[in-house]
């Protein structure tokens, strides 16, 4: 047992590390070699944990994204909230997650445009990464909705409308280099005070 927590424990090590390479030298540049010697071992070594860097890079993206839906998910179990409170903290933290992590979609970027070049699908890709996040905020409406606290609206129209300016919350952080975080909540905010009964 020990021997697998051992694993576990330079697995998620191996993968910090990694992330920090990609972002530093863009998912382009990055090699196994580059991701060994950041985090102190031997390309062998690593193989034993990884079999390729496109693997490396999506663990990564796995171990940051789950750490942002505990996050999330602690928020909505968080019953002393409202759902319009509810709602707009998953949304902040949203933004401050961009914010804090903006080098790191300008290195998403890079991949599906990369993974599109090579006959990939980026949209499945995002799709898949951004399921729980739509049952995350799918969930808070139709409890505001059952709750009277917002108004009787299409889930699915509303979540794309989040999702929209959740996007574009993305694209102004990392493409863009905005600094005016503000710019970015008013929006979220007045979105949410548009569905409140």
């Known amino acids: 047992m020990a021997i697998v927590v051992e694993h576990d424990k330079r697995r998620h090590e191996i993968l910090e590390k990694a992330l920090d390479v990609f972002v530093d030298e863009g998912y382009e540049d990055v090699t196994f070699q580059k991701i060994a010697d950041r985090c102190g071992i031997t390309r062998t070594t690593l193989y034993i944990y990884f079999k390729n860097k496109r693997e490396i890079f999506l663990w990564s ?34 933004v401050d997650e961009c914010e804090n992590n903006s080098r790191l979609f300008t290195v998403l970027l890079s991949y599906l445009l990369n993974l599109q070049k090579t006959g990939g699908d980026p949209a499945e890709r995002v799709r898949r990464r951004m399921l729980r996040l739509r049952q995350l905020i799918d969930t808070v409406i139709i409890r505001g909705i059952k709750k009277g606290e917002f108004k009787k609206l299409n889930v699915h129209t509303a ?3 989040f999702y929209g300016l959740i996007q574009s919350a993305i694209f ?4 863009l280099s905005e600094k005016s975080i503000a710019s970015i909540r008013d929006p979220l905010n007045l979105a949410v005070d548009g569905i409140i009964a």
Not at 82 to 92: E, F, G, N, P, Y
Not at 172 to 175: G, I, Q, T, W
């Open 172 to 175: 102004r952080l990392s493409v």
């Open 159 to 161: 979540y794309e409308m």
């Open 61 to 94: 993206i796995k171990q940051l994204t789950g750490s942002i839906e505990e996050k999330l998910k602690a928020i909505l179990a968080d019953q002393a909230l409202s759902c319009q409170d509810a709602l707009r903290k998953i949304l902040m933290q949203i």
